[in-house]
């Protein structure tokens, strides 16, 4: 079964950092661009961030462009977002998605709130 | 950046109802178009990519049509399943972006 599988979120103080980590299970991961889209609490879906199928590209929407940093290990098939300087804004349910245009396959969802 | 206006914001059909979703891109995105459905706490899942193609598994009663800037997304027969938010997302430049989201309701 094609599976992703989101963890790290948490309650974080403005300022503070959080690594997102999406678990890939049942495709070949390396084959594929993956994608992290947020929803915060009210608001539609919101694209962050997307990573070519190697890696060698790296794509970033200018709200979190410096702050943020997308990454993938294809040995452990695992995509990464490294949040830096947070801040109440990136509040939001956090999704990984897979595909470079079309995202087929989504997880559930980790929940980041930034607040003191 | 593609801005993506959707539209309506929210609507309110009965089943069996014919519903009808627009999405208007800023400039031409070709046929660069998916449309997804939104439950409460579930993923997204992809309906049409290509602003045509039913994803495998998706009803013939969900269809998509347009190119370059103006954009369909149609349920044909509407069941109580289908109560979500949808969403169109463009693909055609980077930024990705999305509409604001149409509420449906029975």
């Known amino acids: 079964e094609v599976q992703l599988l989101e963890s790290g979120g948490d309650l974080i103080q403005p300022g503070g950092s959080l690594r997102l980590s999406c678990a890939a299970s049942?495709?070949?991961?390396?084959?594929?661009?993956m994608n992290w889209v947020r929803q915060a609490p009210g608001k539609g879906l919101d694209w962050v961030s997307g990573?070519?199928?190697?890696?060698?590209?790296?794509f970033y929407a200018d709200s979190v462009k410096g702050r943020f940093t997308i990454s993938r290990d294809s040995s452990k098939n695992i995509l990464y977002l490294q949040m830096n300087s947070l801040r109440a804004e990136d509040t939001a349910v956090y999704y990984c998605?897979?595909?470079?245009?079309?995202?087929?396959?989504w997880g559930q969802g980790t929940t980041v709130i930034v607040s003191s | 950046d593609v801005e993506m206006t959707q539209s309506p914001s929210s609507l309110s059909a009965s089943v069996g109802d014919r519903v009808t979703i627009t999405c208007q891109a800023s400039?031409?995105?070709?046929?660069?178009l998916s449309w997804y459905q939104h439950k409460p706490g579930t993923a997204p899942k992809l309906l049409i990519y290509?602003?045509?193609n039913l994803q495998p598994g998706v009803p013939s009663r969900l269809s998509g049509r347009g190119s370059g800037t103006d954009f369909t997304f149609t349920i044909s027969s509407l069941q109580p399943e289908d109560i979500a938010t949808y969403y169109c997302?463009?693909?055609?430049?980077?930024?990705?972006?999305f509409g604001q989201g149409t509420r449906l309701q029975i």
């Open positions: 290509g602003s045509s």
């Open positions: 998605a897979k595909g470079e245009g079309a995202m087929d396959v």
């Open positions: 990573i070519s199928d190697r890696g060698g590209r790296t």
């Open positions: 049942g495709f070949t991961f390396s084959r594929y661009a």
């Open positions: 400039q031409d995105i070709s046929n660069s």
């Open positions: 997302q463009q693909y055609g430049s980077l930024p990705i972006t």
